[in-house]
């Protein structure tokens, strides 16, 4: 399990910066695909008519997880960068922190 507080004072890149601010953290997520990309207008063009399926469908999946990349949003300037951290089962973005000695509550 992996804990990432929702902000996180780190070097902000950008020309305006240049200097450690307070970042406001979330996780990348996939945008959607778009229709007109060539390699999408490609795929259809190929798919249509009789003959089935005309490209290979991938079915050896190796991995279990992905990459968590993070999204660092700079609270002065606005700028936005992208930050990978290591491959993970469960992630978790502001979550209550560990601590040591305590009792469990239930």
Known sequence: MVNIPKTRRTHCPSEKCKKHTLH?????????????????????????GFGGQTKPV????????????????????????????KRCKHFELGGDKKRKGQMIQF
């Open 58 to 85: 991938f079915h050896k999946k190796a991995k279990t997880t992905k990459k968590i990349v993070l999204k660092l949003e700079c609270t002065e300037c606005k700028g936005r960068r992208q930050q990978p951290i």
């Open 24 to 48: 406001k953290v979330t996780q990348y997520k996939k945008g959607k695909d778009s229709l007109f990309a060539q390699g999408k207008r490609r795929y259809d063009r190929k798919q249509r």
